[in-house]
């Protein structure tokens, strides 16, 4: 199993501004992934980071808006650049279990944009 | 996994009756299926999964699936619900050999006294 952490938990913005969110692993782990769940609505992934590499995003996200970056193999930042309100959500960052293709997930940073 | 389809968005029931979640996948290749529950506030945590061998998978808190290959179905089960079951479900899906799990809309079950 993994724990993870993230901080914010949670955090209010204004339109315009950017957020960084951290996460941190309990143990070492090659991929990084990064979640974004809007209200009442199911799990889409933003991006997949791995240490030393550049993350690779999903379709309808791009760099300049969700930034990542993954330093080493404990830890991973997420950053919502020039926030607008549809960017309110629930980011989530999650890892993978070694040899149980089962997912962990971190609390979540819920995130609401004024 | 292209895609996974639950099939109901909310399903409410009593007390102490049975329960379905229904979950349907699309893939051309093999694939791992799991089903995970958010509690209210609270992050995910998986249920079960599915990755080779028996069809009928057992997971915690009394919840079972079925994995039907002929159907593409993963649906969920437990034969008598409590107030504290009441979350939201996923069911999600993992190519083999891949490492992107896609997940359904979800299915909001409510538990009524």
């Known amino acids: 199993s993994a724990v993870i952490s993230q901080k914010p938990s949670r955090d209010i913005c204004q339109r315009g501004t950017s957020l960084t969110i951290q996460c941190q692993v309990d143990?070492?782990?090659?991929?990084m992934f990064w979640y974004r769940q809007q209200p009442g609505q199911s799990l889409t992934l933003i991006a997949t980071?791995?240490?030393?590499?550049?993350?690779?995003?999903e379709s309808g996200f791009v760099i300049d808006k969700f930034p990542i970056s993954r330093p080493n193999l404990t830890f991973s930042t997420l950053t919502v650049s020039n926030m607008s309100p549809e960017d309110s959500s629930i980011y989530l960052c999650?890892?993978?279990?070694?040899?149980?293709?089962?997912?962990?997930f971190g609390p979540g940073t819920r995130l609401t944009v004024t | 996994a292209q895609s996974v389809t639950q099939l109901d968005s909310q399903v409410p029931v009593f007390e102490e009756a049975p329960v379905e979640l229904r979950c349907n996948y699309s893939?051309?290749?093999?694939?791992?299926l799991f089903w995970y529950v958010q509690y209210p506030n609270q992050g995910l945590q998986l249920l079960l999964k599915?990755?080779?061998?028996?069809?009928l998978v057992k997971g915690i808190n009394g919840f079972e699936a079925e994995f039907n290959k002929s159907q593409t179905s993963f649906h969920l089960r437990k034969p008598s619900v409590h107030i504290s079951d009441t979350a939201e479900y996923f069911c999600?899906?993992?190519?083999?050999?891949?490492?992107?799990?896609?997940f359904g809309a979800g299915t909001r079950l409510f538990v009524k006294a």
């Open positions: 999650s890892v993978e279990g070694r040899g149980t293709y089962e997912q962990y």
């Open positions: 143990s070492q782990v090659t991929m």
């Open positions: 980071a791995n240490q030393g590499s550049e993350a690779t995003y």
């Open positions: 893939s051309s290749v093999s694939v791992y």
């Open positions: 599915y990755l080779s061998g028996s069809t």
């Open positions: 999600a899906a993992q190519n083999t050999g891949g490492f992107k799990t896609i």
